[in-house]
């Protein structure tokens, strides 16, 4: 399975950007699918997550900017960031998870998210 992200890049602060990432070599649909990120000299952070029925769940510091949405049908899974400020400027990582008895996750390369000041 891999999970391959688009659309980092580098953005002035109250900009936007869309996040892309698609799933490939999976014959199963993932549980949930969201964007987890990790700034420099912290931990890696949950951002957002959706389920395959919709519902979902976000950080307290991205809601009210950032949406999550998904394709079911194109195992692919979106990031809307509005309103960035610098203090999201990390590398952002894709997951997928499935649960078969337990939990499998499954990640991205990373795609870098800078919002200058």
């Known amino acids: 399975v891999q999970l391959v992200e688009s659309g980092g890049g580098v953005v002035q602060a109250g900009g936007s950007l869309r996040l892309s990432c698609t799933s490939s070599g999976n014959t199963f649909r993932f549980t949930g699918m969201g964007w987890y990120r990790q700034a420099p000299g912290k931990q890696r952070e949950l951002v957002a997550v959706i389920s395959s029925d919709g519902s979902t769940n976000a950080a307290d510091s991205v809601k009210g900017r950032f949406v999550v949405s998904r394709d079911n049908a194109k195992n692919t899974v979106f990031l809307q960031m509005n309103s960035l400020k610098p203090e999201d400027t990390a590398v952002y990582y894709c997951?997928?998870?499935?649960?078969?008895?337990?939990?499998?996750?499954?990640w991205g390369q990373g795609t870098q998210v800078t919002v200058s000041s």
């Open positions: 997951n997928g998870y499935a649960i078969f008895g337990t939990r499998f996750d499954y």
